[in-house]
Every structure is written in structure tokens, then in C-alpha cells.
């Protein structure tokens, strides 16, 4: 069985796609940063669709951290053959608010977690000569969004790492590839006021919020030899938003 990293796996969003890969036939390992029971939780889902999956704790932003993830996958499962990089986070504010720690925070794990966990990857793949790597970017990294201005460099410059290593590595059998999310219901987003959720549905044109399944099923076609002619596009999953 082909061996899967989600990173940020354990809720939200990486908790389905471990999921959905991990009924496809993956044995799955996912990282975290803080929640270790839904980790456990999400491992519990994974192993009923009778596949092996671990959990590591791992910040992406760290090297050390980074290699030592990828080499115990490897020892207990094998080399990584779908990486999906979805570790995130945000710390929203108006730019002349924002503090320097803040945006370092932001941009060293969405973008610079990418940036390691990618590299990690590569040396595996480039022996197989094939792998699907597959980058959680946002809608906010095309159209930006005030407040989120860390976010949304950060999410941009996913994209711009994107086409550049499928370019990179396509002749290595290799592809890579992101997708943009819209507003996705999930705990973050149900903290939300409810005239601003209301906004936010006025501009989707299928009229209605996006699910976490509605990025697993696109994130699971690209991990699959199903895409093997897909690399360096950014698929936006927003309702047309």
C-alpha cells in the first residue's frame, strides 16, 4: 500500500482528507501540533478502512522536526509517496496592528512548513520516480482579504511554490499541485458572527457553504494516478465565490 503524510491531520479539514485517503487503500500518518486525542481520534477512523496509520507531533516550521517526522514514517511504514501539506494556522489583524511575531508565526508554518515538509519528500519520490504532493493553499492567497494580510502572503506564496516545483520535478514523474478552499464550515468558522457568514453566502453563487469532504474528494483525485496529467494548477474549491 502507497503511504500518505497529511500534515494538521488531525482536525478540521487534514481529519477528513486522512480519512477519505485512508479509504482509498493509503496507510495514512498524520502530524499535529496540540490536540493528541484528536490525533488518536483520527487514527481510530483511519485504521477501520483497514489500512496502518500513526500519528507524530511535529511542528513544520522546525527542520529537526521535519526530518525526524519523515524518517520514523519511513522506518514503521515506508517513504512517503502522497504528501499532502495542510499544517495552517492564522492570526489575524489590520496591518498596522500587526506585530512581527505574528506574521512570522504565520508565514513560518503555512509557508515555510511547506517549503520543509516538500523537501523531505522529494528524495523519495525522485527514487520512485513518482509521487503526488498536494498544498493547501486558500481562495485568501488569490483575492486577499482585509485583516489577514500574514494569511494571505502566506497563502500566495503557496502558489507561487507550487508551480515552481511541479516545474521542477514534473519529468521526474512528480506532481504538484494546490487547492484553494472558499469558506469551509469547521469549527473555525462557526465561531463566526452570523451577519458576517451571511455576507460571505451572498457571494457563493451554488448557495451554499463549502464541507471539509467537498476538499478531500478534489485533494483525493489529485493523489491519485487519476491526475498523473495534472501538476502546477491551483483547483479553487469555493462554490464559484
Known amino acids: 500500500m502507497s503511504v500518505a503524510l497529511v500534515t494538521g491531520g488531525s482536525r478540521g479539514i487534514g481529519r477528513v482528507i486522512s480519512e477519505k485517503l485512508a479509504r482509498q487503500g493509503f496507510n495514512v500518518a498524520i502530524c499535529y501540533s496540540g490536540n493528541e486525542s484528536a490525533a488518536q481520534d483520527t487514527i481510530s477512523e483511519c485504521k477501520k478502512y483497514g489500512v496502518q496509520a500513526m500519528f507524530i507531533k511535529a511542528d513544520v516550521s522546525n527542520e529537526a522536526d521535519v526530518k525526524n517526522m519523515f524518517d520514523e ?32 508565526a504565520v508565514v513560518d508554518t503555512n509557508l515555510k512548513g511547506t517549503f520543509l515538509c516538500t523537501k523531505a519528500a522529494i528524495k523519495d519520490m525522485m527514487k520512485a520516480r513518482k509521487g503526488k504532493i498536494v498544498n493547501i493553499t486558500s481562495i485568501v492567497g488569490v483575492n486577499g482579504n482585509a485583516g489577514q494580510s500574514n494569511y494571505a502572503a502566506s497563502k500566495a506564496g503557496i502558489i507561487g511554490f507550487t508551480k515552481s516545483v511541479a ?64 501538476t502546477g494548477q491551483v483547483i479553487e474549491v469555493t462554490g464559484g465565490m
Do not use: C, H
Open 167 to 230: 516545474r521542477e520535478y514534473g519529468s521526474k514523474g512528480i506532481t504538484v499541485n494546490a487547492v484553494a478552499p472558499g469558506f469551509i464550515q469547521t469549527a473555525m468558522t462557526d465561531k463566526l458572527p452570523e451577519n458576517v457568514k451571511e455576507d460571505y453566502l451572498k457571494q457563493i453563487p451554488v448557495g451554499r457553504f463549502g464541507s471539509p469532504e467537498d476538499v478531500a474528494n478534489v485533494v483525493e483525485f489529485l493523489a491519485s494516478e487519476r491526475s498523473d496529467y495534472v
Open 73 to 104: 514514517v519511513k522506518d514503521l511504514m515506508g517513504p512517503v509517496e502522497v504528501l499532502v501539506n495542510n499544517a495552517g494556522i492564522t492570526k489575524d489583524g489590520l496591518l498596522l496592528r500587526m506585530s512581527e511575531e505574528d506574521y512570522d
